[in-house]
């Protein structure tokens, strides 16, 4: 089992940044791969970045350039700048864990993004 919970998220005006955080606990020598993926209202969760355990990252293409995916193995933690934000970003941000074989899935209970214009 993997637990993982989130913080960072709030209100800010397009433009601005904001940084996502995610700490796993638990079983976190079985974690292949974290990522963030998030849920806008009305339409489906959709992945914006993730990273292997090896550090290869992969962006969606509307974040590419202005999102950056980070790991800090000492604090198992996984985080997410996100600059020059958008309206279109806002949304439920939800972290996920990608862990053994079977790459069996964790999410953690997601934080708000909201962008003003």
């Known amino acids: 089992q993997v637990q993982l919970v989130e913080s960072g998220g709030g209100l800010v005006q397009a433009g601005g940044s904001l940084r996502l955080s995610c700490a796993a606990s638990g079983s976190i020598f079985s974690i292949n791969a974290m990522g963030w993926y998030r849920q806008a209202p009305g339409k489906e969760r959709e992945l914006v970045a993730t990273m292997s355990s090896g550090g290869s990252s992969h962006y969606a293409d509307s974040v590419k350039g202005r999102f950056t995916i980070s790991r800090d193995n000492a604090k198992n933690t996984v985080y997410l700048q996100m600059n020059s934000l958008q309206p279109e970003a806002t949304g439920i941000y939800y972290c996920?864990?990608?862990?053994?074989?079977?790459?069996?899935?964790?999410w953690g209970q997601g934080t708000q993004v909201t962008v003003s214009s």
């Open positions: 996920n864990a990608l862990t053994g074989l079977t790459a069996t899935p964790y």
